[in-house]
């Protein structure tokens, strides 16, 4: 019995572990219990401003499905779909698949 319990405590170290240096995507929000923030990096407010208003335009153009409608109004109003793609890439929780590889490794009994 003492073995199980031994080898259980291993595990559970081990998960918690990994928890620890693959899970950070996810931060607890300090002000709301349950709650978590992702972090996105940006240059400065007006990078920021740009990321607001290309996803609103984007969610316009989805709506409406009518590509001219934004960019008749002004000429600047064409969406930075680099920028867009970029926020994108910085959503995926890359470290997180990682972890549920190693957890996944771990119940094949592969680590």
Known sequence: MTNYKSDENMEMNTIKKLTTEFLNTLKSAEDEKGCYTAEIKLLDYYELGCVITNMLKLCVLALEHDEHKISETRKDQ???VALMLEVVLQLI????????????????GKS
Do not use: G, T, Y
């Open 78 to 80: 064409s969406i930075n």
């Open 93 to 108: 929780p890359l470290d997180e698949f990682e972890f549920l590889s190693e957890m996944k490794q771990m119940a094949d």
